[in-house]
């Protein structure tokens, strides 16, 4: 027997985005249906040949989407909220992109962070009604490689317990009853694939990784007793990743023939158990090894020792070597990439990279090691050059951070005496509006700002064209009626990679392009060095618009916490001291603009959330040192300056007293998609500060109306004082085109002014 290279999943968004431009292709009209599914499948294939090429023994298939595999999921069960019309039967792809991204009638499903990633899954709705199997999506796959490239593959499938958690609509209580809905279906689905003569399926258990309660762990040992039972001839390949897992004993007696362990994210506690308690003798042990989550190139000598240690226990012919995770958080391929800095090259892994170093890793396990030995060499000197980089040992930045003290991270007054300071400045009405920094970037400003990067235009013309957009945004402001402005971040890419082109110690790729949520792919930039400040970023653009009006402009900053987690990040010191790097250079930023007479600015930290460890025990640790960083970036201002952020997408009643500790003025959060939910957590703490609850989803391309928006300030002010109510939408309107957002703005303009007036005969009757 030998060792066996393994595949979790890999990024299918194409080496060029062709993913995300047959799906705008098609949502624009521009192809058919028929054109999409045949674009997609080529896609796919391309993707399942690279891995074949490069030699991996099991290759994971149904781990392509359209759009989101939690969604998928969810419509392979027929578990489709009433409100989308679906009759039974086949699930047309017009049903599935409404839940993704709502239509003209109905509003999309909640969209929220997978784990502690940067990307965006569909929340499954169970509204406990008769569930059925669509369509066997592993089957499907399976055939497809098998009878199109001849590969015995390794179908890939979210597992159920992973599923029940991530889903919504039910209670605590009603978790058996859901289980009676689920188990049944996935039963289903693995005896078509023992049918079928598959081999192994490997299933998704992320949530192993988290924090779960013994009687959690008993319900995950019913269920793979249950699902083994209705198999007994398919091979499971049980896979956890993103953190150790919670009860390795546990874990490892579930009747399943193969576990996969992250072995970067959880390294040291998932080697202690191993040392520590064992690993059976019946079962293949996953090894992921390579980072799937970040970019930077292995050092094959370590990881080639650490398998050794690993073999001690379990021996290499009952290993597969594997990434950390699914590699659809990293970009396709460094060959892209031509302007990079060689030594910073050559220390960086993408997918089709890291393809290599696991089939490397491999080899050396199965006897093969002389002839990746240069392989070896080379990649511990890259690994060694890129340590000795001048931009990673500078004195003054460590010098920064060794001076920080607990005066840098305090407000020179209590939230009361600003509150009142801030109400004198600004005399803003009840329910003020406001929206949240950007403003449509059309293709008119894409295409002048490439003209612009490629020399075609002068940096006179590109500044004059940035203006020509401020002001017309500040001209629809005003006809709106909003009460706080923002001058639209035209001049920006990114919300962090604008910031990090200003910032030392960053560099940036060509085509380093990962999913985000949807076809929203983001280009990380990348931490390499020690980040420091070097010249005001956004200085000129927030005077300018502020010139234009009477009404405060926010100028608009992304926070340290929220550059960290966008980020792809140096490996070699701690995310807290970057945190610190980023937090200094951003507090001169600050300082710059309030010295411009900018007397409103956010730092938006709408990463904050997803940074949270996996393991409850860690929050506190990792919470302490980002309000931290969040409150040097902000403490030194004013008392009449008014600081802001913005956040979405998160569970907020887990860490509310850790937002309150930021001390922001104001916090923009999202509801809509949450349909108002969020505002519970206001009921178990009492939140003292501005609150901006996001009253409608900009992820959508439907306006929503007057009487919606209206409902969710509603709600707000159930639980919300209105003198600290703000109305804003959930995010950023980068990505919305003009019509929508001036009609969705207009409608809730038209529903603040509603409620406000409301409230004002109210106070008027008392």
Not at 707 to 720: N, P
Request: charged residues 25%; proline residues 4%; aromatic residues 10%.
């Amino acid at each position: 027997m030998t060792t066996i290279s393994s595949m979790l999943g890999y990024p299918y968004i194409g080496e060029n985005r062709e993913w995300k431009r047959s799906l705008e292709a098609f949502w624009s009209g521009n192809i058919g249906e028929e054109q999409l599914v045949d674009d997609m499948q080529k896609l796919r294939l391309v993707h399942l040949q690279k891995q074949q090429a490069a030699g991996i023994d099991k290759i994971a298939v149904g781990d392509f989407t359209f759009y989101d595999r939690m969604l998928d999921t969810a419509v392979m069960f027929g578990m489709i909220p009433e409100r989308y019309d679906w009759q039974g039967g086949n699930v047309p792809l017009s049903t599935y992109f409404s839940m993704a991204r709502g239509n003209d009638d109905v509003v999309a499903c909640e969209m929220t962070k997978w784990f502690d990633t940067n990307y965006h899954y569909i929340v499954p709705e169970f509204e406990n009604r008769k569930l059925s199997l669509t369509e066997n999506k592993p089957l499907n796959a399976y055939r497809e490689a098998k009878e199109l490239l001849g590969i015995e593959s390794k179908p890939v499938l979210i597992g159920p317990y992973t599923f029940l958690k991530l889903s919504k609509g039910y209670s605590n209580n009603e978790t058996p009853a859901f289980l009676l809905h689920l188990l049944p279906l996935y039963e289903e689905i693995l005896k078509e694939l023992s049918a079928e003569g598959v081999q192994w399926i490997q299933i998704d258990e992320p949530i192993l990784s988290t924090s779960l309660n013994q009687d959690e762990m008993k319900t995950v040992q019913e269920i793979y007793k249950q699902l083994k039972t209705a198999a007994p001839e398919l091979k499971f390949m049980l896979q956890t990743y993103f953190d150790s897992i919670e009860w390795y004993k546990e874990t490892v007696e579930l009747p399943v023939d193969g576990i996969g362990f992250d072995f970067v994210h959880g390294l040291q506690k998932n080697v202690s158990n191993i040392k520590t308690l064992g690993f059976p003798a019946d079962k293949v042990l996953g090894v992921g090894i390579i980072d799937g989550r970040n970019i930077w190139r292995a050092n094959l000598r370590e990881k080639i020792d650490l398998v050794h240690t690993l073999s001690s226990v379990v021996p290499s012919e009952r290993m597969w070597i594997q990434p950390s995770c699914s590699l659809q958080h990293v970009p396709v391929t460094t060959r892209s990439e031509q302007a990079l800095e060689a030594t910073i090259k050559n220390a960086l892994s993408f997918a089709d990279e890291k393809l290599h170093e696991i089939r490397s890793i491999t080899a050396s396990l199965n006897g093969d090691e002389e002839a990746i030995l240069a392989e070896i060499e080379d990649s511990v000197a890259a690994c060694q050059r890129l340590s000795e980089l001048p931009e990673r040992n500078r004195e003054d930045v460590k010098t920064a951070i060794h001076n920080i003290s607990t005066k840098d991270s305090e407000r020179n007054l209590p939230f009361t005496k600003r509150k009142e300071a801030q109400q004198s400045a600004f005399s803003l009405p009840l329910l003020p509006t406001t929206t949240i920094g950007s403003f449509p970037q059309t293709p008119e400003i894409r295409r002048t700002r490439t003209k612009w990067r490629k020399g075609e235009i002068t940096n006179e013309q590109y500044e004059a064209f940035i203006k020509e957009n401020i002001q017309s945004w500040i001209d629809i402001q005003e006809e709106i009626g909003l009460d706080v402005f923002v001058h639209g971040e035209f001049e920006r890419t990114d919300m962090v990679e604008y910031f990090g082109e200003k910032l030392d110690g960053f560099t940036f790729t060509e085509k380093a392009w990962v999913v985000s949520y949807g076809s929203r792919c983001v280009k990380p930039p990348v931490i390499y060095g020690d980040v420091a400040f070097n010249q005001p970023m956004t200085v000129k653009e927030s005077v300018y618009a502020q010139s234009l009006t009477d009404k405060p402009v926010k100028g608009m900053l992304t926070g340290p916490v929220t550059i960290l987690n966008w980020s792809f990040v140096r490996n070699d010191i701690s995310l807290e001291e970057v945190a610190n790097q980023l937090a200094l250079a951003l507090r001169n930023e600050v300082a710059a603009l309030e010295s411009a007479g900018i007397h409103m600015i956010q730092v938006d930290e709408p990463a904050l959330r997803e940074g949270l460890p996996l393991k409850k025990e860690r929050w506190n640790d990792y919470l302490d040192w980002a309000v931290n960083a969040f409150r040097i970036t902000t403490a030194a201002v004013k008392e009449t300056t008014q600081i802001h952020t913005h956040m979405c997408y998160c569970d907020f009643n887990d860490f509310i007293d850790s937002i309150s500790a930021l001390d922001a003025d104001v916090i923009s959060i999202e509801t809509s998609r949450s349909h108002g939910e969020l505002v519970h957590a206001f009921n178990e703490f009492h939140y003292d500060k501005g609150i901006g609850l996001g009253v409608y989803d900009i992820h959508s391309p439907r306006v929503p109306t007057t009487d919606e928006m209206a409902s969710i300030i509603d709600k707000g002010l159930e639980v919300l004082s209105p003198d600290q109510f703000w109305v804003n939408p959930d995010c950023g309107l980068k990505t919305r085109n003009h019509e929508e957002t001036i009609a969705s703005l207009h409608n809730m303009v038209s529903a603040a002014v509603q409620k406000r007036e409301q409230l004002q005969v109210l106070q008027a009757d008392h």
